[in-house]
């Protein structure tokens, strides 16, 4: 069995796991975004400037902006709500991978029951279970941190891009 049909066999086996972690990637990854450019809202409403950088709160609800007390009620709402999705978005992404590597680490066992004794002998059981240990690491942080959290940073960006071209068709358009 090759790398990519195990690895696409077990995301179609689970992929409603699949796309809950990559939901709560890029919610948390969105909500991480906000939070900076709500403390910039926070310095307008304090200040009473009107500065450009917190424009894309401007699709929030006006009266969660328009005080102070209200603001501060929305933004710890929205630390809340990143604390709560990056934390399920860890527990996905890591449950992912240990079941992956679960899975892996039993079919290796049932093969290496198969192996005959004198392959064994010749070379060694502990020598030849140990290189084993370092791969299933290998494996598991390619599922975790190569496919998931590159799928969730892909849809960052394409996120980030339509958010661009509805702030700035123009300017997201025009090129140096």
Partial sequence: MTKKKLILDF????????????????I?????????????????????FNSKRSAILNYFPESWQNDIPAFLTFFLVMVLLRIV?????????NYLGERFTKEIREDLFEKQLR???????????????????????????FLT???VRFIIDIM?????????????????????
């Fill in 11 to 26: 995301i179609v086996q689970r992929s409603w796991l699949f796309l809950i972690t990559i939901f709560f990637g890029i």
């Fill in 156 to 176: 960052l960006l394409c996120v980030a891009l339509i958010a661009l071209f509805i702030l700035n068709i123009q300017l997201t358009t025009s090129l140096p």
């Fill in 115 to 141: 192996v005959e004794m004198n392959i064994y002998e010749t070379s060694g059981i502990s020598k030849y279970l140990l290189r084993y240990s370092g791969d299933l690491s290998s494996i598991r942080g």
């Fill in 28 to 48: 948390s990854n969105l909500l991480t975004i906000l939070i900076p450019v709500s403390i910039g809202k926070y310095y307008d409403l304090l200040f009473y």
């Fill in 145 to 147: 941190i190569g496919i």
């Fill in 85 to 93: 999705f990056n934390f399920n978005q860890r527990y996905w992404t």
